[in-house]
């Protein structure tokens, strides 16, 4: 599998990114270790968490995922065959958004723990917090790095202004900058990163990895009308979707998919995996199947012919 460099850091990826915000909610640990298996098995080497994933459950307390890929990693042996991205920030009992330099020292030890390693490979602070200047959060991570706790930070879910800001702090004050972002972004929700936010990625070789790159399953092309969607625990999310654009846009995506023979899903994240300043889409899997079709997704080669028709879909 062709890697990618990771903006300026040392990483490279595969152009695919393995979520696992699935893991201990619609995958359990045995489903989720064979999910694994197979996604790095077939080359790919990323994996995206967060500490706070599947708080969200009933029963569950956040950290779930982490500790699921921490088993998975010392059982068999693939700490050094994996990319580890996790993240900071979310609400994990505090009642906000907190990236305090009290909050991120404890929080890293506890996804450590987790994860059963000794280092974070890239670290995310999960969503901006307005009430931390961003040289508190940078000068926690300038500790982590000194320590050997973090290789590399990044930031999910900043919009060009805050990104701008983050980084003039980092270069003015000597701290760590923001070296990859996290960004919403498919083929529906591109509003959001194309523009502003994609050109200063650019420009700055910033690192992108994207999220909902499946418009939280709508490009999956099986969710069409309200009564598709109990079809999964996540189709609730995707009733914002089915209007004339989403139409379209499935229609479009039906159109390449069938001249290539494979699936709508994996036409979707090619494209994000053909835009210009992202380095790969994340998307989650709860079968085999599902992870077979990422890996073919990670391969496809859409034709200027595609990539026009999925545009024109999509503006």
Request: include cysteine; proline fraction near 3%; aromatic fraction near 6%.
């Amino acid at each position: 599998m062709q890697k990618r460099r990771l903006g300026q850091t040392d990483l490279s990826i595969a152009p695919l990114v393995l979520g696992g915000n699935v893991f201990g909610w619609t995958a359990d640990e045995k489903t989720s270790f064979d999910l694994l298996d197979r996604f790095v098995g077939a080359g790919l080497n990323a994996i995206d968490t967060a500490d706070s994933y599947s708080r969200w459950v009933p029963g569950n307390t956040g950290g779930e995922s982490e500790t699921i890929i921490g088993k998975w990693m010392k059982s068999r042996g693939k700490r050094d065959k994996v990319v580890v991205i996790t993240k900071v920030g979310s609400d994990m009992g505090q009642g906000r958004k907190d990236l305090s330099a009290a909050h991120i020292e404890k929080a890293i030890d506890a996804s450590l723990k987790r994860l059963q390693t000794d280092v974070v490979d890239l670290y995310l602070s999960h969503w901006p917090d307005p009430t931390t200047p961003y040289e508190e959060t940078l000068g926690a991570y300038q500790k982590l790095l000194a320590k050997g706790k973090i290789r590399h930070v990044g930031a999910s879910n900043l919009d060009a202004g805050q990104l701008r800001a983050a980084l003039d702090v980092a270069s003015l004050r000597g701290l760590p900058r923001y070296a990859v972002l996290q960004p919403e972004y498919n083929l529906y929700d591109r509003a959001s990163f194309d523009g502003p936010l994609r050109d200063l990625c650019m420009a700055e070789d910033i690192g992108v990895i994207s999220y909902f790159s499946l418009a939280k399953g709508f490009l999956s092309g099986k969710y069409r009308s309200d009564a598709d969607l109990g079809k999964s625990a996540r189709g609730g999310g995707v009733k914002g979707y089915l209007n004339g654009r989403g139409m379209r846009i499935l229609a479009a995506l039906d159109a390449v998919s069938g001249r290539h023979a494979t699936k709508q899903a994996e036409v979707a994240l090619a494209w994000v995996i053909a835009r210009p300043g992202v380095t790969a889409p994340i998307a989650s899997a709860t079968t085999l199947d599902q992870v077979d079709s990422l890996v073919r997704a990670a391969s496809l080669k859409l034709s200027r012919d595609d990539i026009a028709e999925l545009d024109s879909a999509s503006a």
